[in-house]
């Protein structure tokens, strides 16, 4: 094939200068062209020869390679997998203390509601009322849905449960029941019914 490139030399006339390319075709594209030499099919090692002319192979398309590949693919999608497992754990706690916290105030504005304790005893977070609210909302394995302000214990069988279960609380630490000798199963998931000796 010819190839005609015109240059043009300072102040000189137009030169034509014709150069030859010669184009590089693989064994398939000489057998497709039908050219006398590549007529027929070529050979696989001629194949191989033109897909990797360096002939050391490809390492991920050895078995070796592959089952390399695959492991780390793996550990990538255990990497993701675990990531995301994480951080939905940490987002629902985070989720849960601060419903938590919110319980607490809650459980602190119903009963101050009621007129049973007032907001300056959980001011200090070493008294009985504090200490009852925060067991309350945290630990209280009974977990008692704290009621809505106005409702009352006198008509709202729950309410009444939830507000019995508070001045018990409040009587095992205003008495120092963390230091009683028979916890008579105060703070327990029992009812308290069942607080008792």
């Not at 007129?115 to 609210?133: V, Y």
């Amino acid at each position: 094939m010819m190839n005609s490139t015109a240059v043009e030399a300072g102040g000189m006339d137009d030169v034509t200068v014709e150069t030859e390319m010669t184009e590089v075709q693989s064994p398939v594209e000489r057998a497709e062209a039908g050219d006398a030499a590549g007529a027929s099919l070529p050979h696989p090692d001629e194949i191989r020869a033109s897909v990797n002319p360096r002939g050391n192979g490809n390492k991920f398309c050895s078995r070796k390679g592959s089952a390399t590949l695959m492991v780390f693919t793996l550990a990538m999608i255990l990497v993701i997998v675990l990531s995301v497992i994480i951080g939905v754990t940490v987002s629902n706690r985070e989720e849960e203390s601060s419903y938590r916290a919110s319980s607490q105030s809650h459980v602190q504005d119903y009963v101050t509601d009621l007129g049973i304790s007032t907001r300056d005893q959980f001011i200090d977070d070493k008294s009985p009322q504090f200490l009852a609210t925060q067991w309350l909302a945290l630990y209280d394995e009974m977990d008692l849905k704290v009621p809505e302000i106005g409702t009352n214990p006198d008509t709202d069988d729950e309410a009444y449960q939830f507000v019995l279960r508070y001045v018990m609380v409040v009587l095992y630490y205003a008495t120092g029941g963390e230091n009683w000798k028979y916890q008579f199963n105060f703070l327990s998931a029992k009812s308290t019914c069942a607080w008792n000796g």
